[in-house]
């Protein structure tokens, strides 16, 4: 009687779990559709390609993630306003939200739904803003970007957003940021453990800013997200390597390989799975230094939150596209 007790309960909480996954799923799809149908509309009024608008508020809620402590969104779009600069620096009234006294104060908001409203909580409003903003410069890419960067102030925040609107083109998705993959074959001989924060010798003092995936020689590397190739080459630490910037602002970093995968250059853009170079044991020294310690895949994850960049622990992530992986291949 026990059995088959726990049994039921069992079988409630797997049939509770996936409704919640699939209810999650939906929402976020449901998400997507209304970003997409906003850039797209602002792109009808204004001119300005949409995938540079997604690229922007990809790049912007990247950076609320990286920033938990800052401020939310109450929509759909991350592209953040404060309320001095929206209504205006000389304005005393912060939730002002007439397109007339905005303008006569010097605010950057304005109207973009047509309901004589320019508001901090409407989605519309925000998007419309932005791209008339970015619509001062011009409409092709060159000008967008220096719209941009007198913008921003800062040569990487215009490198990651145009990163992001050339895959947005390319794809022509806006679900791809969530797509993953695990860094080497499933069906390969690897093990890995959390070895991020281990104290390291070689080169001075420095700690582990990563996870150590050992594998054979030429054990496939593939990435692990959509991104843009921002790094190939050689580093006496990491020896032949790799950086992928995603979607959500993260670079991948991935080192000691034994090559690259033919072909692949700076600037590429990749998608989950794709294979970019080969396992080895590269580095330690000067260019082509091979063998001072056993083969395997150093792979590093790095945030960025507008000003700087830092590594976090890969270790957690791994382990849950590990997992993803091996259920969608059960599933298949």
Not at 16 to 25: N, R, W
Not at 215 to 231: F, I, M
């Given at each position: 009687m026990k059995k088959i007790v726990v049994c039921c309960v069992?079988?409630?909480?797997?049939?509770?779990?996936?409704?919640?996954?699939?209810?999650?799923?939906?929402?976020q799809e449901d998400v997507y559709e209304k970003r997409l149908a906003l850039y797209k509309k602002t792109e009808a009024v204004t001119g300005v390609p949409w995938y540079w608008l997604a690229?922007?508020?990809?790049?912007?809620?990247?950076?609320?993630?990286?920033?938990?402590?800052?401020?939310?969104?109450?929509g759909v779009i991350h592209i953040y306003f404060s309320p001095q600069e929206w209504v205006g620096p000389l304005n005393m009234k912060m939730d002002d939200e007439d397109p007339v006294s905005i303008a006569l104060f010097e605010g950057v908001g304005q109207d973009g739904n047509g309901n004589g409203k320019a508001s901090l909580e409407e989605d519309e409003d925000i998007l419309y803003t932005f791209a008339r903003y970015l619509q001062s410069y011009g409409y092709d890419d060159e000008n967008i970007r220096i719209g941009l960067w007198d913008y921003y102030q800062r040569d990487q925040a215009v490198n990651i957003i145009t990163g992001h609107a050339r895959l947005y083109k390319k794809f022509q998705q806006l679900d791809i940021e969530d797509e993953r993959a695990f860094?080497?074959?499933?069906?390969?001989?690897?093990?890995?453990?959390?070895?991020?924060?281990?104290?390291?010798?070689?080169?001075?003092r420095r700690i582990h800013e990563g996870t150590d995936?050992?594998?054979?020689?030429?054990?496939?590397?593939?990435?692990?997200?959509?991104?843009?190739?921002?790094?190939?080459?050689?580093n006496k630490y990491g020896g032949w390597r790799i950086g992928i910037r995603d979607l959500s602002n993260t670079y991948h970093y991935y080192a000691h390989l034994s090559s690259f995968a033919e072909g692949l250059q700076k600037g590429d853009l990749v998608k989950p799975g794709e294979t970019i170079g080969y396992v080895g044991s590269s580095g330690y020294g000067k260019p082509g230094t091979q063998g001072k310690f056993p083969p395997h895949l150093h792979y590093g994850m790095y945030r960025d939150n507008?000003?700087?960049?830092?590594?976090?622990?890969?270790?957690?992530?791994?382990?849950?596209?590990?997992?993803?992986?091996?259920k969608q291949r059960a599933d298949r």
């Open positions: 069992l079988l409630l909480g797997f049939n509770v779990s996936f409704e919640l996954d699939v209810s999650a799923k939906e929402e690229g922007v508020d990809a790049y912007e809620r990247g950076i609320r993630k990286a920033k938990p402590t800052d401020h939310g969104a109450s860094p080497v074959p499933l069906h390969y001989n690897y093990s890995y453990r959390s070895t991020w924060g281990d104290r390291r010798g070689w080169g001075g995936i050992f594998a054979g020689y030429n054990t496939p590397v593939r990435s692990t997200a959509y991104g843009v190739v921002e790094l190939k080459g050689w507008g000003y700087t960049e830092w590594s976090f622990d890969p270790y957690p992530s791994l382990k849950k596209w590990e997992r993803e992986e091996r």
